[in-house]
């Protein structure tokens, strides 16, 4: 399983939950509208919800390092 390294990585963590949680979010907006899925709903509202908590908890943790922090992998004499 991936694990990220460095405060970039986690704020692409960050990214890529936040933009599912947002299209989970419209996905059980559509779904709500809809009498035929209205039973997805809450569906797609608790895995958006899980994936903005992710979001979140990646985002704090990137906040938390300090900001030139590299990869202790990554050759900084280019």
Do not use: F, W
Not at 27 to 39: T, V
Not at 49 to 63: E, G, K, M
Request: hydrophobic share 40%.
């Amino acid at each position: 399983m991936y694990e990220p390294k460095t405060r970039q990585d986690y704020l692409d963590t960050a990214s890529r939950h936040l933009a599912k949680a947002v299209q989970l979010a419209g996905a059980a907006e559509s779904a709500a509208y809809n009498p035929d899925h209205r039973r997805k709903t809450a569906d797609y509202a608790a895995a958006g919800a899980l994936h903005a908590d992710v979001a979140r908890s990646a985002a704090a943790i990137a906040q938390a390092m300090p900001e030139d922090a590299q990869d202790a992998t990554e050759d900084t004499n280019v």
